[in-house]
């Protein structure tokens, strides 16, 4: 990393003023409830951006498998969840396919790019927010985020634009312009998730993106993940907060002990039975498992 000139370089900055932050009322709970599940996402002919088939993952030769067989697709407008306890094996299938480990066996693509021979042509459609939301903590967040915009080459004019939009979602505020190392957990979150948006990706990976998170970020990253989709856009997250993936996803993968053990159409679902109760199905799922 050292010989990189775009770190040993001080970053050319974009000077962008950012308003106070209105105070803002108290947020309403989501008026998504399972006999609204949203459905108005799904794209006639939508194009297939995420593939995986038959992912298998060790971390050395003599552990035993973190993910064994696991296959599922992603398209245009959707938003997927991949849901099981910790330790399941999410994050690992995540890091899998955006190339961040590698894997034994299996095949990953993304829009139509394999992450092992293309990686640099897939990585370029995707954005992707780790579970410890790593940062170069010595750069400020506007630094950074124009870092990040460098690297994705997105034009400077567009860029503005883009910080604007996500400040009015994340509301990071004044504390844009100071370094991540003075940054609050929640803090360095947000600005992760800004940065793995600013070349407006079209796919946008989140590793359990709600922890940490005050009560009304939440509400408004849960609303722009709908609006993001329905641009057509792709959303996979991995999460074992039940609540979250019920009001959010379109259709779940469920993991549990690194195995695939069912994929859920949740939009299907609710259409049948607007009474589904996704907690007690998951809970009785594990129960049979143990």
């Known amino acids: ?28 709970p989501m008026a998504v409830q399972p006999a609204q599940h949203p ?15 038959g992912l298998c993952k060790r971390y050395s030769r003599k552990a035993p498998w973190a ?7 992603c398209r245009e407008g959707e938003i997927v969840g991949i849901l099981g ?3 399941a094996g999410k994050s690992t299938t995540l890091k899998c396919l955006e190339g961040m480990l590698p ?15 293309q990686a640099e042509k897939a990585k370029s459609k995707m954005g992707f927010v780790t579970d410890n939301h790593a940062t170069f903590v010595k750069m400020t967040g506007l630094q950074y985020l124009n870092f990040i915009a460098d690297v994705y080459e997105v034009p400077t004019k567009v860029r503005l634009q883009r910080l604007k939009e996500l400040d009015s979602v994340f509301q990071l505020g004044k504390p844009i312009e100071n370094l991540i190392s003075s940054y609050s957990h929640g803090m360095r979150q947000k600005i992760c998730m800004m940065g793995s948006l600013i070349h407006h990706p079209k796919l946008w990976i ?5 922890t940490g998170l005050d009560p009304r970020t939440m509400h408004a990253v849960q609303e722009f993940m ?15 907060a039940l609540n979250t993936v019920a009001k959010l996803c379109d259709r779940v993968v469920l993991i549990r002990k690194g195995k695939q053990v069912d994929e859920l159409d ?18 009785r799922n594990e129960e049979q498992e143990d």
């Not at 989140?206 to 709600?210: A, I, S, T």
């Not at 949740?266 to 809970?283: C, K, R, T, V, W």
């Open 226 to 240: 709908h609006a993001y989709a329905a641009e057509g856009n792709t959303i996979l997250f991995s999460s074992h």
């Open 1 to 28: 990393m050292t010989n990189d000139p775009r770190l040993t370089q001080p970053p050319v900055v974009a000077v962008v003023q950012f308003p106070q932050p209105k105070p803002q009322p108290r947020p309403q």
């Open 67 to 73: 993910v064994t067989d696991v296959s599922f697709t």
């Open 206 to 210: 989140l590793d359990e993106p709600m």
């Open 103 to 117: 894997f034994e066996k299996g095949e990953i693509k993304i829009a139509g790019y394999d992450i092992r021979k």
């Open 85 to 87: 306890h910790n330790g």
């Open 266 to 283: 949740m939009s299907g679902i609710y259409a049948q039975n607007p009474n589904f109760d996704f907690e007690e199905y998951f809970l």
């Open 39 to 53: 459905t108005h996402r799904r794209i006639p002919n939508a194009r297939e951006v995420v593939s995986v088939k």
